[in-house]
């Protein structure tokens, strides 16, 4: 059995900065690519970040510039670090990842989401 924890939502005034942060635990043998997405109220669930287990990252281009995807392949986690935060953020985040588990097979894994709001 494997969980996604994640930590860090919260309220920032736009031009703010907040940090998310996801661990994976459970039955693990590898972890493959990890990821942001987030979805706001009425719109469908996107791709914010993701970032390979060698390193490579991919970016909304609507974020490029003012988020950072980073990850800790010692500790299965993943964060990202968000600044210059619009309005527009606002969503809550889901963290995501690719896992191999023990019997070798791999599986698509969701954390509970984090509500991450901008506004004055």
């Known amino acids: 059995q494997v969980q996604l924890v994640e930590s860090g939502g919260g309220l920032v005034q736009p031009g703010g900065s907040l940090r998310l942060s996801c661990a994976a635990s459970g039955s693990i043998f590898g972890v493959n690519a990890m990821g942001w997405y987030r979805q706001a109220p009425g719109k469908q669930r996107e791709l914010v970040a993701a970032i390979t287990g060698s390193g490579t990252t991919n970016y909304a281009d609507s974020v490029k510039g003012r988020f950072t995807i980073s990850r800790d392949n010692a500790k299965n986690t993943v964060s990202l670090q968000m600044s210059s935060l619009k309005p527009e953020d606002t969503a809550v985040y889901y963290c995501?990842?690719?896992?191999?588990?023990?019997?070798?097979?791999?599986?698509?894994?969701w954390g509970q989401g984090t509500q991450v709001t901008a506004s004055s």
């Open positions: 995501n990842a690719n896992i191999v588990v023990r019997t070798l097979v791999a599986y698509e894994y």
